[in-house]
């Protein structure tokens, strides 16, 4: 199954995009496009350890479907 995908234009500066060019020309990335999916990659898995944690945090503040039930007499 192939991977649909969209491209993206963003703007940065001008100081940017010459660090961003040389990590390529450097040998650090293959292209500025890699760069950005690293980033992106490691954002979105900082996220969902975020994520992982609240719903860690959260899950003492609820009770379970049968406890609801059973206290609202609906057994």
Same mark, same amino acid.
């Given at each position: 199954?192939?991977?649909?995908? =969209?491209?993206?234009?963003?703007?940065?500066?001008?100081?940017?995009?010459?660090?961003?060019?040389?990590?390529?020309?450097?040998?650090?990335?293959?292209?500025?496009?890699? $760069?950005?999916?690293?980033?992106?990659?490691?954002?979105?898995?900082? $996220?969902?350890?975020?994520?992982?944690?609240?719903?860690?945090?959260?899950?003492? =503040?609820?009770?379970?479907?049968?406890?609801?039930?059973?206290?609202?007499?609906?057994?």
């Amino acid at each position: 199954m192939t991977t649909k995908t =969209k491209t993206l234009n963003v703007r940065i500066t001008e100081g940017q995009y010459g660090v961003l060019e040389d990590l390529v020309e450097g040998g650090e990335y293959t292209s500025k496009g890699e $760069f950005i999916r690293e980033l992106l990659r490691e954002k979105f898995d900082e $996220f969902s350890v975020y994520l992982y944690k609240k719903a860690e945090r959260d899950r003492a =503040k609820h009770i379970s479907l049968e406890e609801y039930g059973k206290s609202r007499g609906l057994e």
